[in-house]
């Protein structure tokens, strides 16, 4: 579980002790939850719900307690396992984008199975030279995703990104799996199906199935450069790109794409880390059949030879890996993307 809490009573300037043990009885079958999600390095605190910053490095003792000395600095403070991010400051976003952006267009892509909104941000026009898909949070507990994709959007937003915006036509979902972000579950796995093996032929969650229709349809219409989704899975990852599995194999136009992603990738993502110039592939997804259900499989399989579709991976479990250090990441992939759309990725 993602857990945020609030402690309250707190005298400001004065410092309490937080001990937090681990999951120790399985949530499925036999798996019992790593401790470092429940136990990450530093805890996470705000007392205003937007500013998040770490604890100290916490202790662990003998018995396997975290304890994480805190100065309080408020009479109520949250504390979380790193900086959230819930369906309500995917709201927040989408209004403060839509509000810098008059020309921009907000729209609802699904109702989750759970009668929620999954909503969505167009800009641009629909007739622009240039397709870019980018969403986040098809594991819901891997917020860090979501933080990248506020980064990326407040970029796209920006002075800085007006070329980029006058030649594009973006697509943008800030959290797709709702329904477990909303209850804080994990997501990664769940049942009946993971949100990102579920880009079957018949998908199970209805925001899948909405995104399919209108990846295919924008694909028919205009072609779709650049599919991007964000996740951040790994506590100790790096920052890195996972690739088509068939790279090594890949000849003409889509070898030079995915390779002039990569090295735009790598000159413009830099902070808080860089990221890895070279992609890695998601080995431990076994079977086509399982690897054509994830969604960056089933795009490359739906759109054509000049698409590139790949995912960023975050880690965390990091004071790097903060609300500000997701921000430069997603920074750093508009400016990416900027130069990638520099040169017509379509042409021979
Ligand atoms: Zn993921």
Not at 50 to 65: F, I, N, Q, R, Y
């Amino acid at each position: 579980m993602l857990v945020v809490f609030k402690i309250d009573g707190l005298t400001p300037g004065e410092a309490f002790t937080l001990e937090v043990q681990a999951q120790t009885k399985p949530f499925r079958d036999n798996t019992v939850l790593a401790a470092s999600w429940c136990q990450p390095k530093h805890a996470w605190l705000s007392s205003d719900g937007e500013t998040w910053t770490p604890s100290g490095a916490g202790t662990l003792s003998a018995d396997k307690v975290m304890s994480y000395t805190i100065k309080a600095t408020a009479p109520q403070m949250s504390v979380a396992w790193g900086p959230p991010f819930v369906p309500s400051d995917a709201e927040k976003l989408l209004t403060e984008i839509a509000a810098k952006l008059p020309e921009a267009k907000r729209f609802e892509l699904a109702k989750t199975r759970g009668g929620r909104p999954v909503n969505g941000i167009r800009i641009g026009d629909e007739n622009a030279p240039h397709q870019v898909w980018i969403g986040s949070r098809q594991h819901a507990w891997e917020a860090g995703g979501s933080q990248v994709g506020r980064g990326f959007i407040r970029w796209y937003a920006s002075d800085e990104a007006k070329e980029l915006r006058a030649q594009t036509c973006l697509h943008y979902i800030p959290i797709m799996d709702v329904d477990n972000a909303a209850i804080g579950a994990g997501g990664k796995e769940s049942i009946p199906r993971d949100h990102n093996r579920d880009w079957a032929d018949e998908p199970i969650y209805p925001e899948v199935a909405a995104a399919q229709r209108m990846i295919r349809d924008i694909h028919a219409k205009h072609g779709l450069d650049v599919f991007i989704d964000l996740h951040n899975p790994g506590a100790s990852d790096p920052i890195f790109f996972f690739g088509p599995f068939a790279f090594e194999r890949m000849t003409g136009l889509q070898q030079r794409n995915y390779q002039r992603w990569i090295g735009f990738a790598a000159a413009n993502i830099t902070e808080p880390r860089k990221v890895d110039p070279k992609y890695r592939f998601a080995t431990y997804v076994k079977t086509d059949e399982e690897r054509g259900r994830m969604s960056s499989g089933w795009v490359r399989a739906n759109t054509g030879d000049f698409t590139i579709s790949v995912t960023l991976e975050t880690g965390w479990n990091s004071p790097l890996m903060s609300v500000e250090g997701y921000g430069k990441v997603g920074a750093g992939l508009g400016r990416a993307l900027a130069a990638y759309l520099s040169e017509n990725p379509r042409r021979e």
